[in-house]
């Protein structure tokens, strides 16, 4: 979701020639591995519930469709995969790539003006899914439909791991899905195990208990192990790196996703009383400036204050980077990027040095009138929908690639590819996979399995909204105030009073 391979070769169409196509022309922008320009061509062949699994595939060979996804793992390896698919199907794809914002002003250009310039797209939960819901196809149109190839799995709640469909696909109301789980960003902690050993002895003379970090590692721990790094590095000693650093920068998605893990944490504290599994369209007014988000305001401005010089300038990306570089000793970060941090060319990181565990835990004298104290894990649920502005036959075209693009087989061909995070939990059955989860591995993502798949996306420490049409919106609120806080402009009651007032005002409530 936030990873972008090293050597990945995309195209991207500038916001300016988009806008000057006006949304909706067929010029031609030749890209990816088969060329298409923003046009397709429909041919169908007639098939018959009794026919051929093989002429069930190839019904439309000759057409032309066009994917718009953000540059994620699994669309570049599936693009240098295309020749498969169009060996299967004779159906042509071009897909086209670029930073998540930007696909979200695409996609969003061509859905509200009634066009389908892009076929396919990736409908990452919140940023896409939660404002354009209303726009896609639901595909249950299909699932049941004999006269097109299906999933020999099938695509029920049972298949993808716990709520990823939900996540990505059910938006508002039970029933209706729009997009199928494509990839993930889970959130995990990484830290260098190398030097917690190290190091572990002199913390604990001073804090009274061993540095270590699992599941009850709590965000109080995670700051007294920053401030330790930090005294260490400031009193002289430029060998050992700061403790820790958060997602700043200007991606304010992952900004509010940072100090979420933290809130949910502290007694599963949402920003609206609404169910987070479906969002809500009317979400009510937030409960930002309560006193449970104003002590975890409180307590965020303090770990930035431990934090690494430059945590104001570092979105998710950069901080990674900064982990990579052996600047920071821990990240809570997306477990995509483990295929990074292990790569012993890039990273200072790799070769064993870095563990894996849950998100933080919540400490529980930080919990305001009692709760439950949980790993607060979220995550970005990429899924691929299906335009519904589209014909019927682009449709049921565009049905056939989504379903070989969340296929076992193409999952777990990205796994070991380029660097994947599979949605279907048949892929951590197979067998090469549960070998990879142990060093030495050849799929370095599976490393954090453990923390991800068997704890982080379980009930109870598993938070995935708000899901609100206004939540782009909201995103730039609660980054530009968590940041004025960070920055010393605005105290944490200050701050959570402004996301209040901001928050309400954009979602209708004055």
């Known amino acids: 979701m936030f990873y972008v391979p090293k050597d990945a070769i995309y195209k991207k169409v500038s916001r300016r020639d988009f806008l000057k196509m006006g949304g909706g022309a067929a010029t031609a922008l030749g890209a990816g591995s088969i060329a298409l320009g923003l046009s397709s061509v429909i041919n169908r062949r007639p098939v018959y519930a009794q026919s051929s699994d093989a002429a069930k595939w190839k019904q439309y060979e000759g057409s032309k469709l066009v994917f718009m996804s953000e540059n994620t793992p699994p669309s570049f390896a599936i693009r240098d995969n295309l020749k498969t698919f169009y060996d299967l199907t004779g159906i042509e794809v071009e897909i086209l790539t670029d930073d998540l914002p930007v696909v979200q002003q695409k996609v969003g250009i061509d859905l509200r003006g009634g066009n389908s310039d892009f076929h ?158 479906l969002g809500s369209k009317d979400p009510g007014k937030t409960k930002w400036g309560d006193a449970q988000s104003v002590a975890v305001m409180t307590k965020f401005k303090e770990q930035a204050d431990v934090s690494h010089p ?66 607060g894990t979220n995550c970005g649920i990429g899924g691929i929908g299906i335009n519904g502005n589209a014909t019927e036959d682009q449709k049921r075209a565009a049905y056939i690639f989504a379903i070989w693009a969340t296929s076992k087989n193409i999952q777990y061909d990205v796994l070991r590819g380029l660097g994947g995070t599979p949605t279907r939990k048949s892929v951590l059955e197979i067998p090469e996979v549960k070998t990879a989860r142990n060093r030495p591995t050849n799929m370095p993502n599976a490393l954090t399995f453990d923390a991800v798949y068997d704890h982080g996306i379980r009930d109870p420490h598993f938070v995935l909204g708000p899901k609100i049409p206004e939540v782009n919106e909201y995103h730039k609120i609660l980054a530009t105030e968590v940041q004025r806080c960070v920055a010393g402009e605005l105290s944490p009651e200050e701050a959570c009073e402004a996301i209040r007032e901001q928050t309400d005002e954009a979602n209708g409530y004055f």
Not at 161 to 189: H, L, T
Not at 320 to 340: P, R
Request: charged share 25%; hydrophobic share 30%; aromatic share 16%.
């Open 310 to 375: 430059d945590n104001l300038a570092n979105g998710t990306l950069e901080l990674n980077t900064v982990y990579q570089a052996g600047q920071i000793a821990m990240q809570v970060q997306y477990h995509e990027f483990a295929a990074s941090c292990e790569d012993e060319k890039t990273s200072r990181a790799a070769g064993g040095k870095t563990g894996y565990a849950p998100c933080p835990k919540g400490e529980a004298s930080w919990i305001v009138g009692g709760g439950q104290a949980v790993n």
């Open 120 to 277: 396919l797209n990736y409908i990452q939960d919140k940023p896409i899914g939660s404002p354009f819901a209303d726009y896609y196809e639901d595909l249950n149109k299909y699932t049941g439909d004999n006269t097109l190839p299906q999933d020999p799995e099938g695509y029920g709640e049972d298949v993808w791991f716990e709520n990823f469909q939900k996540a990505c696909g059910v938006f508002y109301e039970a029933g209706r899905i729009v997009a199928f789980p494509y990839d993930c960003a889970v959130a995990c902690s990484f830290y260098r195990q190398d030097l917690f050993e190290k190091l572990s002895k002199d913390f604990e003379s001073e804090y009274g208990y061993r540095m270590e970090f699992n599941a009850d590692t709590t965000w109080k721990h995670v700051y007294e192990y920053a401030a330790f790094f930090k005294k260490v590095r400031e009193g002289g000693n430029s060998d050992i790196p700061y403790g820790y650093a958060q997602h700043q920068g200007s991606f304010a998605w992952t900004t509010q996703l940072d100090i979420q893990r933290m809130l949910f944490s502290h007694g599963r504290w949402t920003e609206f009383d609404v169910d987070d599994t």
